[in-house]
């Protein structure tokens, strides 16, 4: 690789460590990340293909491998490559939570449930368990499918909450490429199983709808308009 090249990678380098990655155009961002894959090239034009054919940086990373490798200049490591930083991402951000952390508001609630379900390519209805202090315990799926065709196997929740001897949950149901809209069903599924697992001193603490990175608490949503689990049915 020349010294130009050498020289305007290392420019590139210098004002993500000054100024992060604000005021980077998305072919910026791009050939950045395929200077560590393809080291000795000039991949600034690569970039711009990449963006021109798919779109945007997340369409680059979301489409799949065999259609990248499609693209001259993108043999099966860069591919692999751009595949998996999305991957970290997401597996950085679910890290982030321990069991150190306390889920004792809405918004850090959310944040885990949004990264935790930003890869599905399905409807996935899972459960987080918590302790007395609303420290996560666990996070296991329930089910795959909506939630009308895929019912939640009541008697597997119970049995995952007991494992982890849990004093409260939150049941989370993500929406990819759907709306965050609280349906009937889901309505009448959450306060099935608010009632049901009260029974067994397992509380539910909100049923949280999640869909391309927004989200709706079913429980907020629904005290809203004056239904109360805590004092209702």
């Known amino acids: 690789m020349d010294d130009i090249h050498a020289q305007h990678?290392?420019?590139?380098?210098?004002?993500?460590l000054n100024n992060g990655?604000?005021?980077?155009?998305?072919?910026?961002?791009?050939e950045l990340l395929l200077t560590y894959s393809i080291p000795r090239q000039d991949v600034n034009l690569l970039a711009h293909r990449l963006i021109n054919q798919f779109g945007s940086i997340s369409s680059v990373m979301d489409a799949d491998i065999t259609d990248l490798m499609r693209m001259s200049g993108v043999k099966e490591n860069t591919?692999?490559?751009?595949?998996?930083?999305?991957?970290?991402g997401k597996r950085y951000q679910i890290d982030k939570f321990t069991p150190s952390v306390v889920f004792d508001d809405l918004e850090t609630v959310a944040e885990y449930c949004v990264y935790s379900h930003l890869r599905d390519t399905e409807e996935e209805i899972s459960v987080m368990m918590?302790?007395?202090?609303?420290?996560?315990?666990?996070?296991?799926?329930?089910?795959?499918?909506?939630?009308?065709?895929?019912?939640?196997?009541?008697?597997?929740?119970?049995?995952?909450?007991f494992r982890y001897n849990a004093v409260s949950f939150i049941i989370v149901h993500s929406h990819p490429g759907?709306?965050?809209?609280?349906?009937?069903?889901?309505?009448?599924?959450?306060?099935?199983?608010?009632?049901?697992?009260?029974?067994?001193?397992?509380?539910?603490?909100?049923?949280?709808?999640?869909?391309?990175?927004?989200?709706?608490?079913?429980?907020?949503?629904?005290?809203?308009?004056?239904?109360?689990?805590?004092?209702?049915?």
Do not use: W
């Open 9 to 16: 990678r290392k420019r590139i380098r210098d004002r993500i």
């Open 21 to 30: 990655l604000a005021d980077f155009a998305p072919h910026e961002v791009l």
């Open 79 to 88: 591919a692999t490559f751009l595949k998996l930083i999305p991957e970290a």
């Open 130 to 161: 918590m302790d007395a202090r609303m420290r996560l315990l666990g996070n296991e799926t329930l089910a795959k499918g909506n939630a009308c065709d895929v019912p939640v196997d009541m008697e597997k929740l119970g049995s995952i909450l």
């Open 178 to 233: 759907g709306e965050a809209t609280p349906s009937d069903s889901d309505a009448v599924l959450t306060q099935k199983i608010y009632s049901l697992m009260k029974n067994f001193n397992k509380t539910l603490v909100e049923h949280i709808i999640i869909a391309d990175g927004h989200y709706v608490p079913i429980i907020h949503h629904l005290r809203a308009k004056g239904y109360d689990f805590y004092t209702e049915g």
